[in-house]
């Protein structure tokens, strides 16, 4: 079993900047993969950005440029750098781990990964 729990959400004008983190406990395999996802109400959740044991990341084009996503192994912590924030990025963000490498390998759909965490809200006003 994996935990995960978001922190660092919040309110901020446009243009501002969040970092989020996710502090994951538990076994994970030597090749896994981490995301962060959001939803709006009323909406799909959505796949921000993903990166895996390798180092490799993978981002939505809504996104690029603008936010980055970092793993610190040794902390187990998983990061979403948030810059030049947008009200459209207004949603509930959650951290996700999937430990069935080949399964979950740059994806940004939602179903590829089994843990979750509870989510955290940014509010990015204009």
């Known amino acids: 079993q994996v935990q995960l729990v978001e922190s660092g959400g919040g309110s901020v004008q446009a243009g501002g900047s969040l970092t989020l983190s996710c502090a994951a406990s538990g076994y994970l395999t030597s090749s896994y993969c981490m995301a962060w996802f959001r939803q709006v109400p009323g909406k799909e959740r959505e796949g921000v950005a993903t990166?895996?044991?390798?180092?490799?990341?993978s981002y939505a084009d809504s996104v690029k440029g603008r936010f980055a996503i970092s793993h610190d192994s040794a902390k187990n912590t998983l990061y979403l750098q948030m810059n030049s924030l947008k009200p459209e990025d207004t949603a509930v963000y959650y951290c996700?781990?999937?430990?069935?490498?080949?399964?979950?390998?740059?994806?940004?759909?939602?179903?590829?990964?089994?843990?979750w965490g509870q989510g955290t809200q940014v509010t990015v006003s204009s």
């Open positions: 996700a781990a999937e430990r069935t490498y080949r399964r979950c390998v740059s994806s940004l759909y939602p179903n590829n990964y089994s843990y």
């Open positions: 990166i895996d044991s390798t180092g490799v990341s």
